[in-house]
């Protein structure tokens, strides 16, 4: 094998992993990123060595000098993605490889070294396959998998690292929201500008969003809807996933793809099928004052935010300085959304055909 792109894992997998009875009363209702599989992937980087000693190794806390570079100057990127149970018993990953060439062009931004697809993808395979009794089998259930990579190198100086840990882990999870429609805050805070690290998966971006997220909440919503931050005008993104409109004509728009926010392979996904479903999508600019007015009018009438954690989130109402929006009904799950996420979410679990090759089989 080449090993510029693929490396050999030494299997060390926890020798004391929670008892099978513990791990069932785990998934009777496992939450959300709460509870942690058995074991981890860890793969080290050495500037003029790269990538090497890859290992499957039990899941511990990681033992870090305080003077860690990801500590005090932020070289740290991530990415999240799932495993599913199908109705055979298997497992299966979604588009594993869109997150693989994400995670590289994260790194790219943030003068960190790429991990190779194959590496990355393998890594995944590796933890699925040993953690594959976590993988929990009820609808709206999956296998969280979070891939990261901090730079871990010590010194204190304003310079990419020359050392990285790339690690994998795995929490069992439920749904984040569910079918009925959120309310979402307007924010005054911005997410990322133009030239900075809004495209990019890393850790910074959502610390920037926390505060907003908080007073989201004091105003009894959701989530939070950030603005682009040169005019402060035009929509971009949910606090952690993308957003999409659906009009009186059927239609379908998107914020574009302009460096400020996620590529999001749940939001490229949704394009796909609405495309194969014959319906006309529109990728453009949509101004926060235009959503009022066709909220209003009648002519908007679903709104949904996508992502890997909640999949596809139907929004009800905007709440923000200049008032409340209202969607739709204001609750629930619209038609165009529900087809749309039953759509994903059946090529996901294997009970759909996958002409797009998506979908992975692990196990």
């Given at each position: 094998m080449d090993s510029a792109t693929s490396l050999p894992f030494t299997l060390s997998p926890n020798a004391s992993p929670v008892t099978a009875q513990q791990r069932a009363q785990i998934l009777a209702n496992p939450g959300f990123g709460r509870v942690f599989t058995d074991n981890m992937v860890v793969i080290r980087y050495q500037e003029g060595r790269g990538w090497h000693d890859a290992r499957v190794q039990p899941f511990a806390p990681l033992a870090l000098n305080p003077a860690c570079a990801v500590l005090h100057y932020a070289q740290e990127i991530f990415e999240g993605m799932k495993a599913y149970r199908t109705a055979e018993s298997g497992i299966t990953l979604f588009r594993p490889y869109a997150n693989a060439a994400r995670f590289a062009k994260s790194a790219a931004r943030l003068a960190m070294p790429e991990v190779p697809e194959e590496v990355f993808v393998e890594a995944v395979r590796q933890l699925v396959r040993v953690d594959h009794a976590w993988v929990p089998g009820k609808p709206d259930e999956s296998l969280y998998i979070r891939p990261f990579m901090i730079a871990n190198e010590t010194f204190l100086g304003v310079k990419p690292a020359s050392e990285y840990l790339f690690m994998v882990i795995a929490s069992p999870v439920g749904a984040y929201f569910g079918e009925e429609a959120v309310s979402?805050?307007?924010?005054?805070?911005?997410r990322a500008a133009p030239g900075g690290t809004g495209e990019a998966k890393c850790g910074g971006n959502y610390a920037a969003s926390l505060l907003a997220?908080?007073?989201a909440k004091g105003h009894g919503c959701a989530q939070v809807l950030f603005l682009d931050a040169v005019e402060r005008r035009w929509i971009e993104e949910m606090g952690g996933m993308n957003v999409f409109f659906v009009f009186d004509d059927?239609?379908?728009?998107t914020p574009?793809?302009?460096g400020t926010i996620l590529r999001g392979i749940t939001r490229d996904s949704l394009l796909t099928l609405a495309r194969a479903q014959g319906l006309t999508v529109r990728e453009e600019p949509y101004a926060i004052d235009q959503l009022y007015a066709d909220a209003a009018s009648g002519r908007l009438k679903e709104v949904f935010a996508c992502g890997t954690a909640a999949v596809v989130s139907p929004i009800g109402r905007f709440r923000g300085p200049?008032?409340?929006?209202v969607v739709g009904k204001g609750q629930g799950i619209g038609p165009v959304t529900a087809k749309l996420r039953s759509a994903l979410i059946a090529i996901q679990r294997g009970t759909a055909p996958d002409p797009h090759n998506w979908v992975e089989k692990v196990i």
């Amino acid at each position: 094998m080449d090993s510029a792109t693929s490396l050999p894992f030494t299997l060390s997998p926890n020798a004391s992993p929670v008892t099978a009875q513990q791990r069932a009363q785990i998934l009777a209702n496992p939450g959300f990123g709460r509870v942690f599989t058995d074991n981890m992937v860890v793969i080290r980087y050495q500037e003029g060595r790269g990538w090497h000693d890859a290992r499957v190794q039990p899941f511990a806390p990681l033992a870090l000098n305080p003077a860690c570079a990801v500590l005090h100057y932020a070289q740290e990127i991530f990415e999240g993605m799932k495993a599913y149970r199908t109705a055979e018993s298997g497992i299966t990953l979604f588009r594993p490889y869109a997150n693989a060439a994400r995670f590289a062009k994260s790194a790219a931004r943030l003068a960190m070294p790429e991990v190779p697809e194959e590496v990355f993808v393998e890594a995944v395979r590796q933890l699925v396959r040993v953690d594959h009794a976590w993988v929990p089998g009820k609808p709206d259930e999956s296998l969280y998998i979070r891939p990261f990579m901090i730079a871990n190198e010590t010194f204190l100086g304003v310079k990419p690292a020359s050392e990285y840990l790339f690690m994998v882990i795995a929490s069992p999870v439920g749904a984040y929201f569910g079918e009925e429609a959120v309310s979402v805050w307007v924010s005054d805070f911005c997410r990322a500008a133009p030239g900075g690290t809004g495209e990019a998966k890393c850790g910074g971006n959502y610390a920037a969003s926390l505060l907003a997220q908080q007073e989201a909440k004091g105003h009894g919503c959701a989530q939070v809807l950030f603005l682009d931050a040169v005019e402060r005008r035009w929509i971009e993104e949910m606090g952690g996933m993308n957003v999409f409109f659906v009009f009186d004509d059927g239609s379908l728009a998107t914020p574009p793809l302009t460096g400020t926010i996620l590529r999001g392979i749940t939001r490229d996904s949704l394009l796909t099928l609405a495309r194969a479903q014959g319906l006309t999508v529109r990728e453009e600019p949509y101004a926060i004052d235009q959503l009022y007015a066709d909220a209003a009018s009648g002519r908007l009438k679903e709104v949904f935010a996508c992502g890997t954690a909640a999949v596809v989130s139907p929004i009800g109402r905007f709440r923000g300085p200049k008032g409340d929006a209202v969607v739709g009904k204001g609750q629930g799950i619209g038609p165009v959304t529900a087809k749309l996420r039953s759509a994903l979410i059946a090529i996901q679990r294997g009970t759909a055909p996958d002409p797009h090759n998506w979908v992975e089989k692990v196990i």
